[in-house]
């Protein structure tokens, strides 16, 4: 089993700045030292998208709306991953989750396995 915790989410203006984090958790994540995270979101009646995920290698994966803006890292050390959202669109509000997969990549939600419970973004 694979628990993932975000948080940092919050209100900004457009042009601000916030860090979301993901910490995972869990005897399935700690067995098995190649997981792909990534960070997806949900607006309002739309549905969930991929923003960004990062492999075990480090190679990483972007949405064209956020590429140049969004930066996805990890430490392994702290079992966490980081979401740096900078220039901060008011279309860049939404429910953002974090989500983790064994092995591979992309940004196709439905090959991730396990999924936090969300944070909230909302940029004015």
């Known amino acids: 089993h694979v628990q993932l915790v975000e948080s940092g989410g919050g209100s900004v203006q457009a042009g601000g700045t916030l860090r979301l984090s993901c910490a995972a958790s869990?005897?399935?994540?700690?067995?098995?030292?190649?997981?792909?995270m990534a960070w997806f979101r949900q607006a309002p009646g739309k549905e969930r998208d991929g923003v960004a995920a990062i492999d075990n290698d480090g190679s990483t994966t972007y949405a064209d709306s956020v590429k140049g803006r969004f930066t996805i890292s990890k430490d392994n050390a702290k079992n966490t991953v980081y979401l740096q959202m900078n220039n901060l669109k008011p279309e860049d509000t939404a429910m953002y989750y974090c989500a983790a997969k064994p092995g591979g990549g992309g940004l196709i939600q439905s090959t991730y396995y396990y999924w936090g419970q969300g944070t909230q973004v909302t940029v004015s």
């Open positions: 869990g005897q399935s994540y700690s067995r098995y030292d190649d997981w792909c």
